[in-house]
């Protein structure tokens, strides 16, 4: 099973992509990519994002790419029979009030009820913890845990 990764070079992406069977790197800003799903690509791990609060508070760009670029990539990946973990975070939660938890609530809105689609909602990860956060998301993905996770 081939995955498709945003975010790849992330912290987490990093982590995650070592854990998959046969995975491809999605290596265009999520508000500019173009639409396309590589022949045998069966899931896909959206964990591409503006990193903090603070990059994220008065930044347009932030939440072109953020809401509707993981929008439109999850929903175009969906209706291709793609197999959709979205990497959220519970901040939606702790911190609905800032712009970076509004941002991943609303795709969390616009796409979390699709059966075939995943959110995976972790804690605060650092490079000490963020293997057993990979792990657990990769497990979402693999084993096509439909809804919402939460970890830890």
Not at 47 to 55: D, I, L, N, S
Not at 130 to 150: I, M, P, Q, S
């Amino acid at each position: 099973m081939t995955a498709l990764v945003t975010g790849y070079t992330g912290l987490l992406g990093r982590a995650l992509t070592p854990l998959l069977p046969d995975w491809l790197p999605y290596p265009y800003r999520l508000e500019e990519a173009p639409l396309g799903v590589p022949s045998g690509c069966e899931l896909a791990f959206l964990c591409a994002g503006t990193k903090g609060f603070a990059e994220c508070e008065g930044n347009r760009q932030a939440f072109l790419a953020d809401v509707d670029g993981n929008i439109r990539l999850a929903r175009h990946l969906l209706r291709c029979g793609t197999f959709v973990v979205f990497v959220s975070t519970d901040a939606v939660e702790v911190a609905a009030g800032s712009a970076y938890a509004r941002n991943r609530l609303l795709v969390e809105l616009a796409i979390g009820a699709e059966p075939n689609c995943a959110i995976f909602r972790p804690g605060r990860f650092t490079a000490e913890n963020v293997g057993d956060a990979a792990k657990a998301c990769a497990a979402v993905g693999l084993e096509r845990r439909a809804g919402l996770t939460r970890w830890p």
